[in-house]
């Protein structure tokens, strides 16, 4: 997904999520009726319905936000070098972990090798 196609994402859904908000605060409003009770309800009401479209706009956000990331470094490199990535990735790990389990300290260890005896099929 490129950088137009996500903010296009993200003013769609805003606009969704903001009607329908609104939506619901103007059929609460106009449901309540006249008094403190009722003015107090209306409050509750707006109230309640900014907070669903804030956190609804910040999930959706987020969400696209994303899978836009994801898609667009998996769909940006070949395979080739999304495996030369991942050897790079854990050959890393593993020397790390060799530095940490000190397999060369002093000095690697001397091992001899072999070839093993045909075991017959």
Same mark, same amino acid.
Not at 10 to 26: D, E, S
Not at 65 to 86: K, S
């Given at each position: ?14 606009? +969704? +999520?903001? =009607?329908?908000a %609104? @939506? ?7 449901? =309540? ?8 309800? @209306?409050?509750? !009401? ?5 907070g ?11 969400? %696209?936000? /994303?899978? @836009? ?10 395979? =080739?070098? +999304? ?5 790079v ?10 530095? =940490? ?5 002093? /000095?690697? %260890? *001397? !091992?001899?090798w072999? *070839?093993?005896?045909?075991?017959? *099929?």
């Amino acid at each position: 997904m490129r950088m137009g196609e996500h903010r296009k994402g993200i003013a769609a859904a805003a606009a +969704i +999520i903001g =009607t329908a908000a %609104l @939506a619901w605060a103007g059929w609460a409003l106009r449901a =309540t009726g006249t008094g403190a009770k009722s003015v107090e309800d @209306a409050v509750n !009401v707006v109230s309640a319905a900014v907070g669903v479209i804030v956190g609804l706009a910040s999930l959706a956000v987020s969400w %696209l936000g /994303y899978r @836009a990331n994801r898609r667009q470094h998996a769909g940006g490199l070949p395979l =080739t070098d +999304i495996v030369d990535e991942f050897a790079v990735a854990v050959r890393a790990q593993w020397e790390a972990e060799a530095r =940490t389990r000190r397999l060369n300290d002093p /000095y690697p %260890l *001397p !091992v001899s090798w072999a *070839p093993a005896a045909r075991v017959p *099929p």
